[in-house]
């Protein structure tokens, strides 16, 4: 998963340098900030200049989802308040992924937070290293702004892997993204996340209550 992080880190440079931002705030972007979809998406909220309370809420919608997150994240293993901290700051879909997994039940909480720390350090030495390389890279290079969402779609078809007999559920996704690009094509994001929640709640009601009429 490191590896993987590394080129998109290599890839949010390369963006940073050639949108004319000098190169240490691809270092600060990913150290404080991180949040990687949302580092791609700051580089041209940045370049229009938008107002800080549009880049608030951009910033919240695109996040969100981590507060879901942390309803399963392990963080009660995780020994220490600044161990804490830090462990809730770094927490990313890819840290996710693989905490919640089958095969992190046994893990300790140190392994979780080295976990984190590396994933970090991947990103941050990834973007440093394309922004230090960016001028060197022509700008007919295309492609970079999609790395994220080729890591995403990795992600969601090991999830798939895992849970074979959840397959409704990226079925459920994408009615929902299909149905938002339909009716709210402006808000698609938004949209989508709103009705792809309501069918996840709809679902879970249904089939808690089924064992009831049994």
Same mark, same amino acid.
């Given at each position: 998963?490191?590896?993987?992080?590394?080129?998109?880190?290599?890839?949010?440079?390369?963006?940073?340098?050639?949108?004319?931002?000098?190169?240490?705030?691809?270092?600060?972007?990913?150290? &404080?900030? !991180? @949040?990687? /979809? *949302?580092?791609?998406?700051? +580089?041209?909220?940045? %370049? #229009?200049?938008?107002?800080?309370?549009?880049?608030?809420?951009?910033?919240?919608?695109?996040?969100?989802?981590? &507060?879901? !997150? @942390?309803? /399963? *994240?392990?963080?009660?293993? +995780?020994?220490?308040? %600044? #161990?804490?901290?830090?462990?809730?700051?770094?927490?990313?879909?890819?840290?996710?992924?693989?905490?919640?997994?089958?095969?992190?039940?046994?893990?300790?909480?140190?392994?979780?937070?080295?976990?984190?720390?590396?994933?970090?350090?991947?990103?941050?030495?990834?973007?440093?290293?394309?922004?230090?390389?960016?001028?060197?890279?022509?700008?007919?290079?295309?492609?970079?702004?999609?790395?994220?969402?080729?890591?995403?779609?990795?992600?969601?078809?090991?999830?798939?892997?895992?849970?074979?007999?959840?397959?409704?559920?990226?079925?459920?996704?994408?009615?929902?993204?299909?149905?938002?690009?339909?009716?709210?094509?402006?808000?698609?994001?938004?949209?989508?996340?709103?009705?792809?929640?309501?069918?996840?709640?709809?679902?879970?009601?249904?089939?808690?209550?089924?064992?009831?009429?049994?």
């Amino acid at each position: 998963m490191g590896l993987g992080l590394l080129p998109l880190g290599l890839a949010l440079g390369v963006l940073i340098t050639h949108a004319g931002l000098p190169w240490w705030c691809a270092s600060l972007s990913t150290a &404080v900030i !991180y @949040a990687g /979809s *949302f580092e791609f998406l700051l +580089v041209g909220l940045v %370049l #229009a200049a938008v107002p800080l309370a549009t880049v608030a809420l951009t910033a919240f919608l695109v996040n969100v989802r981590h &507060v879901f !997150y @942390a309803l /399963s *994240f392990p963080l009660d293993r +995780v020994s220490g308040r %600044l #161990a804490r901290a830090y462990s809730t700051f770094a927490l990313n879909d890819e840290s996710y992924a693989l905490a919640t997994g089958p095969q992190a039940r046994s893990w300790s909480g140190a392994r979780l937070l080295w976990l984190q720390v590396l994933m970090q350090a991947y990103w941050v030495g990834g973007a440093t290293a394309g922004a230090l390389l960016g001028s060197v890279v022509p700008d007919t290079v295309t492609g970079l702004d999609f790395a994220l969402t080729a890591l995403f779609a990795v992600l969601a078809l090991d999830a798939v892997r895992e849970r074979r007999g959840d397959l409704p559920t990226p079925l459920l996704a994408l009615l929902s993204a299909l149905i938002a690009r339909l009716i709210v094509p402006g808000q698609l994001m938004m949209g989508a996340f709103a009705l792809f929640t309501g069918a996840l709640l709809v679902r879970h009601l249904v089939t808690r209550a089924r064992p009831a009429h049994a």
